[in-house]
């Protein structure tokens, strides 16, 4: 693990190779180095990918920040392994991002809009890629779980899906609007409450038949009924997407829940060639009700995702949710570098915890404890 820091520049040189290696930590480290105007280095970047260097959706995500931050960016180019960031100012305005692949408009949204709420006026995004992506947040999970999620945060935006896309080509359409806020304020997701109901979104685009959407759909309600009540509400929407909405040929998947105390949590996956629709259904299940298990308040998949929101808020934010997954390791480490935030990890019992619940790639690491990340906040304000 690389830190350094040239009293000169006031460079801070980043380990892109931290934990998991891969695109988070260079898209948190750029993030913040807007936000907080600090000059950065990411070095060894993707060394824990099979294709290390930058891909096309992580420097469509780098140049867009560098648009939006006047920022001047060294190496910025497929394959680098290193770059140098340097950021000025941040301005709203109009922007568009297009990664001419199937790589993940979530993935630049993750960048993009934390620092356009705090830019000079409101903004307008257009991205252009993937809607729905292997190893990334589909854009049903950003509208169902992270949009009201963040909102507790003050984190508020507008979001259209003009046009689904998905592997190879891409082709999706998304548009952002937000508007400024003067800070974010702080969060307790730590009563889970009881469970009120599930609901989900089962799909299929271009030449596939709606009844793999049934049959997806119809898994996923059994497997809910075997571990809770059948007194509980299951909603499943079951859509064949429009031809003018959608780009290409997809089935996917995306199971939610919703407590009473406000917790909304979900799993998400998408069709593969040759996988039958109830395996798809069943991984999605699956990936919930483990972290229900917890009696998380924060998905497995949206513990990272709010480090960064809590590294910016006013006050003390507290999180519940099963075992800390590498992303969040590595947002952490780079919210620690960046800022004086330090996170504080506490292990509790979790007594729900049903074993027969625990996804297939998750049972060997399975513990019965959840955990509490919590932090005091920096309570960054826009800058006038």
Do not use: W
Not at 197 to 223: D, N, P, Y
Not at 261 to 272: D, M, N, P, Q, V
């Amino acid at each position: 693990m690389t830190q350094e820091n040239d009293s000169q520049t006031n460079l801070i040189t980043i380990d892109g190779s931290y934990i998991e290696g891969g695109g988070q930590i260079l898209r948190n480290s750029t993030a913040l180095s807007v936000l907080l105007s600090i000059p950065i280095c990411v070095d060894k970047i993707r060394a824990g990918r099979q294709s290390g260097g930058l891909r096309p959706q992580h420097l469509t995500g780098i140049q867009l920040l560098a648009q939006l931050s006047e920022a001047k960016l060294q190496n910025g180019k497929i394959g680098s392994t290193e770059i140098f960031f340097v950021p000025k100012v941040i301005k709203g305005g109009n922007y568009l991002a297009d990664t001419k692949t199937a790589g993940s408009v979530c993935l630049m949204m993750q960048t993009a809009i934390p620092c356009l709420l705090f830019a000079n006026d409101s903004s307008q995004l257009r991205l252009l890629g993937g809607t729905n992506a292997d190893f990334a947040p589909e854009i049903d999970y950003y509208s169902m779980v992270f949009q009201p999620i963040a909102k507790k945060f003050n984190f508020n935006f507008d979001m259209n899906i003009v046009r689904r896309g998905y592997y190879p080509k891409g082709g999706g359409e998304v548009r952002i609007t937000t508007n400024p806020v003067d800070h974010l304020v702080a969060v307790d997701l730590t009563e889970f409450g009881q469970i009120k109901r599930f609901f989900g979104r089962a799909f299929v685009a271009g030449t596939l038949s709606k009844r793999i959407a049934h049959e997806m759909a119809e898994t996923a309600q059994k497997l809910i009924h075997k571990r809770h009540s059948k007194e509980i509400p299951v909603e499943i929407e079951v859509v064949k997407e429009p031809d003018n909405m959608a780009f290409g040929t997809a089935t996917g998947i995306i199971i939610g829940a919703e407590t009473t105390t406000g917790c909304i949590l979900a799993a998400s996956s998408l069709g593969k060639r040759g996988v039958p629709a109830h395996e798809v259904s069943t991984q999605a299940t699956e990936d919930l009700l483990y972290d229900l298990s917890y009696q998380a308040c924060v998905d497995q998949h949206l513990q990272d995702q709010l480090i960064i929101l809590m590294t910016l808020a006013k006050g003390h934010s507290k999180i519940r949710c099963g075992p800390l997954t590498d992303h969040t390791k590595t947002a952490m480490y780079v919210a620690e570098l960046l800022t004086k935030v330090k996170f504080i990890i506490t292990e509790v019992s979790s007594n729900s915890i049903e074993p027969q619940a625990a996804a297939a790639g998750a049972a060997s690491n399975r513990t019965n404890s959840a955990f509490i990340i919590e932090c005091e906040g920096l309570g960054y304000h826009r800058r006038s």
